[in-house]
């Protein structure tokens, strides 16, 4: 093979990754922006659709959680291709099935296989770009995957306000189906292969959990994904409340809410990227990220909003300041041998978005209990950066570190 043959066959890969990565983010928005009204043409009204909205949601986690570890698993036994394969055609099959639900049962089993499939598109993707670009460039791959895919949100939120919410499942289904055309061209990596040949263990969840190092390096990454769900998950999706809470009387769209945030994610992963490329280092650039997520918290938080505007203007900021993601998910391949390392990447992101359920829950609690949506949040929030700030403190510098090991 040719230098310059292998060259494009790396970019390709960069490619379908990120836009099997921008199917991926797109199909979990969407389900946000049409749960309202998918659940109403079913039936459920007022209280009852948030209550089946939310069983619907965490339907489709409890899909990725067990999907994280099922496809890291074959990713590491049976190679990364397998898993880019096999993950986008059960989350646009699912997708399509959607369009065709009748009642909630249905709706229910397509959110679970959609969730399984969505989890292993990530992590085996950014798995494959890391082992075959070289050690100082990997970062500009990662980040044009990361950036290109949450951009998928703001598709989401266009394409959902405008089309019928089953014709708009149809297209979802459709853009997954297309990349298997791509996917066809992309080459599995020469670490995989030549792990494969070996007698290693290979895909062991166990492994992770059996050595102390191993243990802390897996803790280390779940722990500082945590505030990137909370900001997500209570303080996007709940942006209508919050409002209300902070005193704006306008009426407030939680579709602009997330459309700015996953635009200012957008920008955050580039620059967070470009960062650990210029500053070559990854941990220097997570904990800036922190902190800027830190602060843009507090703006969201304290500060008083005028106007749905300013409100929409915060959720960007936050938006930026999580977007870290990029490095994230590069930090968890990076850290594990060729034979953990898409269980390690495909388990990491998904453990750290299964975080906002426990999140969530204590912040329902504490808003019971406080009386107050914001303190509850303040409190909520706080504790999230304590968690990641840990994790981070447990973390080794992965820039440029050489992929070609394997876990004992």
């Not at 310059?4 to 389900?31: H, N, P, R, S």
């Not at 397998?82 to 099959?93: M, N, T």
């Not at 938006?319 to 993601?325: A, E, L, R």
Request: net charge positive; with cysteine.
């Amino acid at each position: 093979m040719t230098n310059e043959t292998q060259t494009k066959g790396i970019w390709m890969a960069v490619l379908v990754a990120a836009l099997g990565y921008f199917v991926d983010i797109f199909d979990i928005v969407l389900f946000g922006v049409l749960r309202q009204d998918s659940l109403t043409e079913l039936g459920y009204l007022g209280k009852a659709n948030g209550e089946m909205g939310m069983l619907l949601t965490n339907l489709q986690m409890v899909g990725m959680l067990v999907g994280g570890v099922l496809w890291g698993m074959l990713g590491d036994k049976r190679g990364r291709i397998s898993v880019l394969f096999g993950s986008i055609i059960l989350y646009s099959s699912a997708n399509i099935a959607n369009g065709f639900v009748q009642e909630i049962y249905s709706y229910g089993v397509c959110r679970v296989l959609s969730g399984l499939g969505l989890a292993g598109e990530l992590g085996a993707g950014i798995t494959l770009v890391s082992e075959l670009m070289q050690k100082e460039k990997r970062g500009i791959g990662t980040m044009i995957i990361a950036s290109v895919g949450v951009s998928g949100a703001i598709a989401a939120t266009l394409i959902g306000n405008k089309f019928d919410w089953r014709i708009t499942y149809f297209i979802g289904g459709g853009l997954g189906l297309a990349l298997l055309f791509l996917r066809v061209s992309v080459h599995e990596s020469g670490m995989f292969r030549a792990t494969a040949s070996s007698n290693v263990s290979k895909g062991n969840f166990f492994m992770l959990f059996n050595n102390r190092s191993r243990l802390k390096r897996y803790m280390s990454c779940i722990l500082m994904g945590m505030p990137a769900w909370f900001v997500v998950g209570v303080l996007i999706y709940q942006a209508p409340e919050f409002g209300k809470s902070l005193g704006i009387q306008e009426n407030l769209s939680a579709g602009i809410a997330i459309r700015n945030c996953y635009l200012g994610m957008t920008f955050g992963d580039l620059t967070s990227g470009l960062l650990s490329q210029l500053m070559r280092s990854r941990k220097n650039v997570l904990l800036i990220f922190f902190c800027l997520t830190g602060i843009f918290m507090s703006f969201y938080l304290f500060l008083p909003m005028k106007s749905a505007d300013m409100l929409y203007f915060a959720c960007g900021l936050l938006g930026f300041g999580v977007g870290f993601w990029a490095i994230f998910v590069t930090v968890a391949a990076e850290l594990f041998g060729t034979n953990l390392r898409a269980l390690s990447a495909t388990t990491v992101p998904n453990f750290a978005r299964g975080m906002m359920v426990p999140l969530s829950a204590l912040f329902v609690y504490l808003m019971g209990l406080l009386e107050s949506r914001i303190e509850a949040a303040i409190v909520v929030g706080a504790l999230s950066l304590v968690l990641a700030f840990i994790g981070w403190s447990m973390l080794k510098e992965t820039y440029g570190r050489d992929l070609d090991f394997v876990e004992n």
